[in-house]
């Protein structure tokens, strides 16, 4: 069995990469991101999930424990039930646990983009200002006499700073 470093595994992981590649041979998509979730403890036990969204749209779950077993498998954050074992170790499961995976997302994709198309979207409400033309005008024109103050005391605040610095350097010359 393949131990994992939990802490550590990220989509770059051999093993990750394998079960990526072997899903992207399987299933005829590409995957377009792969996502390793945070580390959980259920049971005693630790895992992790590594998610793999395919160009379909759906997304599949592999949850990894420590020890490098594949131990659930969700299809769109459903178990998927399989028959097979996902034991890299084990070539021949592997593979026919992988096409398993393969044929359940190729088949239910059309069912899949169904609902995905019935899907409300929500757009979200956009902040109305209750400020009329006139006001803004009005906020703008306060702001830009402020700066105006504000510039004009920074000017003198120079001017006498300059004049010190002229009154200091005729007392040391």
């Known amino acids: 069995m393949i131990k994992v470093d939990l802490m550590s595994l990220t989509e770059k992981d051999p093993y990750i990469t394998k079960i990526k590649t072997a899903l992207i041979k399987a299933t005829g998509q590409h995957i377009a991101k792969v996502n390793i979730l945070p580390i959980k403890r259920t049971g005693g036990v630790s895992y992790r999930g590594a998610e793999m969204a395919l ?11 420590q020890d490098g077993d594949i131990y659930r498998v969700q299809l769109n954050d459903k178990d998927l039930p399989l028959a097979g074992d ?3 170790d084990n070539a021949q499961s592997f593979n026919a646990s992988m096409k398993e995976i393969a044929s359940t997302v190729v088949n239910g994709q059309i069912a899949f983009q169904k609902k995905q198309a019935i899907q409300k979207v929500v757009v979200p409400r956009s ?8 006001q803004n005008l009005q906020d703008v024109l306060n702001s830009e006499k402020e700066l105006d103050e ?19 350097e005729s007392q040391v010359a």
């Open 150 to 168: 504000v510039i004009q005391a920074k000017t003198s605040q120079l001017a006498l700073l300059k004049e010190q610095l002229a009154h200091k």
């Open 86 to 88: 996902l034991s890299p």
């Open 127 to 134: 902040v109305t200002t209750t400020k009329t033309a006139v």
């Open 55 to 65: 160009s379909g749209g759906q997304k599949v779950t592999f949850l990894v424990r």
